[in-house]
């Protein structure tokens, strides 16, 4: 539990990302600072599931290190994920956490909202989650999943760049309303670019940059999706998310702002499909290396559909357990979202330290996924780690992949609805392999991704 603490820093409120924090204010906070001028930025950089180990290690469940041109704090373990998730004091603020990296291309996204604000557009928002809507998702998603397992056919197949592409392509379809075809394709293509420009070195637009490319990329989608709320408002919209958030109504039956219908489907598009391509990836994988289990999900996905090319129905969703145990053991062994900063607007109490108004702090779930106190032998891929009294007997915050508190993720459930409907298509169809050994190294950051794209082969059954 934090508290207030008396501090001299209390009376510094930070009110924007860009506000520093006073010199000296870390101190008595143990860590490293690092090399000069760049800190760890680059030791973080090439392996940083790898640097936070040793950092835990070396200096316990709080530590500070200098990367990235400032001072950070970790707090590591379920307590630490609690603490901030929850948030009960409303000490954090996630959007001076995320604005460093995403201010330039998803600003007013969900996840850059605070308290107030973002609790009043989360549940306008929460209308395209309601089962009318997820219903049409599920009918989009068994189409364009079935279509899609046709045309990669058996053999040798690069599986992270085709389920990146089907995803873009499903979001377009389930989140737009658009048919898969060149219209969808630059949609896709200024998503691809945001993304790629919101970790790129060069933090100005400058010519011939990653950043200028994801700046251009946001003003033609802020300029499409302008054009079709207004459209769609005045033609009435249909079941897809975009249609729904258009006409999303707040509790006083006002109509959201266009502006913030726009950042909210710009930071939805983006959050959606980089996390649900990585999770996809994740599972495929250690399913391929643990075929026992894959075996016993095409037996239970069989058994609920009734065969290969037959869809996962909507009102079935809840039936494949083992493959939603499977799907949540992949996001504890390779979180897609392996770090979660947030800005302490007051000061707080933990793990025996005052950490003050204005620091930047950060939680690391890929790290308390692999803590061997809350999940022996960690580095095992076992599903029946969910089984339901395991889970209980857990603390509820040693497993984060979707967060937690207010900002738990809007889409978790189209995410485990999409994941679903992928094997029941891919695991009556086919049996997937890889080569004896293989152990692919993985990009850890921002959202893990094999380097070489993960080889795989599909077999038919």
């Not at 992928?422 to 893990?448: C, F, K, N, S």
Request: proline letters at 8%; one cysteine or more; hydrophobic letters at 40%.
């Amino acid at each position: 539990m934090a508290s207030l603490a008396s501090h001299p820093s209390d009376e510094f409120t930070p009110k924007d990302w860009r506000v520093k924090l006073p010199a000296g204010a870390l101190d008595h906070i143990p860590g490293e600072k690092g090399y000069p001028l760049v800190g760890h930025t680059f030791t973080q950089l090439s392996d940083p599931h790898a640097f936070a180990k040793r950092m835990f290690e070396t200096y316990g469940p709080v530590y500070k290190v200098h990367s990235m041109g400032g001072w950070h704090v970790a707090l590591i373990g379920p307590e630490a994920n609690e603490l901030m998730l929850f948030d009960r004091g409303k000490i954090f603020s996630s959007d001076q956490g995320w604005s460093p990296v995403l201010h330039r291309l998803f600003p007013g996204g969900l996840m850059l909202l605070d308290f107030d604000h973002h609790r009043a557009d989360r549940r306008a928002l929460s209308i395209a989650f309601k089962p009318g809507p997820m219903r049409h998702y599920a009918d989009s998603l068994n189409r364009g999943i079935a279509a899609r397992m046709e045309d990669w056919g058996t053999g040798p197949m690069q599986f992270y760049p085709a389920i990146k592409q089907l995803t873009l392509d499903l979001a377009a379809d389930s989140f737009i309303g658009l048919p898969f075809g060149e219209e969808a394709d630059r949609i896709n293509q200024a998503f691809v670019d945001m993304v790629q420009a919101s970790i790129a070195p060069v933090r100005r637009p400058l010519p011939f940059t990653k950043m200028k490319k994801g700046v251009d990329g946001r003003a033609f989608l802020v300029d499409y999706f302008t054009r079709e709320t207004l459209r769609r408002r005045a033609e009435g919209g249909g079941q897809d998310m975009f249609s729904q958030f258009a006409t999303a109504e707040f509790e006083d039956g006002s109509l959201m702002d266009v502006e913030a219908v726009v950042d909210h489907m710009n930071f939805l598009m983006m959050a959606a499909h980089d996390t649900i391509t990585s999770s996809a990836t994740s599972l495929v994988y250690l399913l391929a290396k643990n075929p026992q289990w894959q075996d016993r999900l095409r037996d239970e996905l069989t058994a609920i559909t009734g065969g290969e090319g037959r869809d996962l129905a909507y009102d079935d969703l809840g039936k494949p357990t083992l493959t939603e145990m499977a799907f949540k053991e992949s996001l504890r062994m390779i979180a897609p979202v392996p770090s979660i900063p947030r800005r302490a607007l007051r000061s707080f109490e933990h793990g025996g330290y005052t950490i003050p108004a204005g620091a930047r702090v950060g939680i690391n779930p890929h790290l308390v996924h692999h803590m061997a106190e809350h999940w022996p032998d960690p580095e095992r891929f076992d599903p029946e780690r969910f089984t339901p009294e395991l889970v209980k007997a857990r603390h509820k915050y040693a497993w984060v992949p979707f967060g937690g508190g207010a900002h738990m993720c809007l889409g978790l459930h189209f995410a485990y609805m999409q994941i679903k409907v992928l094997m029941a298509h891919m695991l009556t169809r086919y049996r997937i392999e890889v080569e004896p050994g293989y152990d692919p190294d993985w990009q850890a950051w921002p959202i893990p991704q094999p380097k070489d794209g993960l080889k795989i082969t599909l077999r038919k059954l």
